[in-house]
């Protein structure tokens, strides 16, 4: 695991949505770690955090729908 101090943000990226993508990403590995039984090693907020901030997690922003006419 790495220490959090030592996880930079990419340049151009919003850390808040960063927060909540992490955020998210900590629930689903909770609800797939008491699905499964399996652990994960550390905690899982900063593996969350980790995949986020590498990558890992697939996330987008949905358009929103063109204004009634």
């Known amino acids: ?6 996880l930079i ?3 151009g990226s919003n850390k808040y ?16 770690t008491r699905r499964t ?3 994960i090693t550390g ?11 590498r990558g890992e997690v697939p996330y987008f922003y949905e358009d929103s729908p063109p204004p009634p006419q």
């Open 9 to 11: 943000p990419p340049h």
């Open 37 to 39: 039984g399996e652990t």
């Open 1 to 6: 695991m790495t220490k959090l101090a030592s």
């Open 43 to 53: 905690k899982v907020t900063t593996a969350a955090l980790e995949r986020t901030l």
């Open 17 to 32: 949505e960063l927060a909540i993508v992490a955020a998210r990403e900590s629930r689903r590995l909770n609800d797939w």
